[in-house]
């Protein structure tokens, strides 16, 4: 592979998350963010996408010390938006997992249509062949990442 492409291309995906971030935030309506901050909403979305998850793992995704994940998750707890579940390794029974409730998944639904409507004039009117070409190109990142065949 050309390594001047690929450099190229890794740049741009830097870019991308980094602007695509940076506009989402701004462009979204604030009243999704009315009840929780916005470090709480990627919290929920990380769990959403994850599934029940550990603090330390939380405060890893989000690139933050321990102490803030767990200013954000006794908000989140006091909101009713998440929840601690029992670790379902036995061998540790001290270990809890944080997970999402009704309430959050129900305004992570809020969020996520937020996000469609602010992304969906800038995608809209990219013709169905590039369109493909996206969702193939993040399908097959995404299987990267988590650690699988690029082919899936």
Same mark, same amino acid.
């Given at each position: 592979?050309?390594?001047?492409?690929?450099?190229?291309?890794?740049?741009?995906? !830097?870019? !991308? %998350? %980094?602007? $695509?971030?940076?506009? !989402?935030?701004?462009? +979204?309506?604030? /009243? !999704?963010? #009315?009840?929780? @901050?916005? *470090?709480?909403?990627?919290?929920? #979305? &990380?769990? #959403?996408?994850? $599934?029940?998850?550990?603090? $330390? @793992? %939380? =405060?890893?995704?989000?690139n933050v010390h321990k102490s803030a994940i767990s200013n954000r998750l006794k908000k989140l %707890?006091?909101?009713?938006?998440?929840?601690?579940?029992?670790?379902?390794?036995?061998? /540790?029974?001290?270990?809890?997992?944080?997970? +999402?409730?009704?309430?959050?998944?129900? &305004?992570?639904? *809020?969020?996520?249509? =937020?996000?469609?409507?602010?992304?969906?004039?800038?995608? /809209?009117?990219?013709?169905?062949?590039?369109?493909?070409? &996206? &969702?193939e190109i993040f399908t097959i990142l995404k299987s990267k990442f988590k650690g699988g065949d690029? =082919?899936?």
């Amino acid at each position: 592979m050309n390594e001047q492409k690929l450099c190229q291309a890794i740049n741009l995906f !830097v870019e !991308v %998350l %980094l602007e $695509g971030t940076e506009f !989402v935030h701004r462009e +979204i309506n604030q /009243d !999704v963010f #009315k009840h929780i @901050s916005r *470090e709480q909403a990627d919290l929920l #979305k &990380i769990l #959403k996408v994850k $599934g029940p998850t550990s603090p $330390g @793992s %939380l =405060a890893m995704y989000q690139n933050v010390h321990k102490s803030a994940i767990s200013n954000r998750l006794k908000k989140l %707890l006091e909101k009713g938006l998440v929840q601690w579940d029992d670790c379902p390794e036995k061998s /540790d029974r001290r270990s809890k997992l944080i997970n +999402i409730t009704p309430s959050g998944e129900h &305004i992570l639904e *809020e969020l996520d249509s =937020a996000i469609f409507n602010a992304l969906k004039p800038l995608i /809209d009117d990219i013709d169905e062949e590039h369109l493909h070409s &996206i &969702i193939e190109i993040f399908t097959i990142l995404k299987s990267k990442f988590k650690g699988g065949d690029s =082919a899936e």
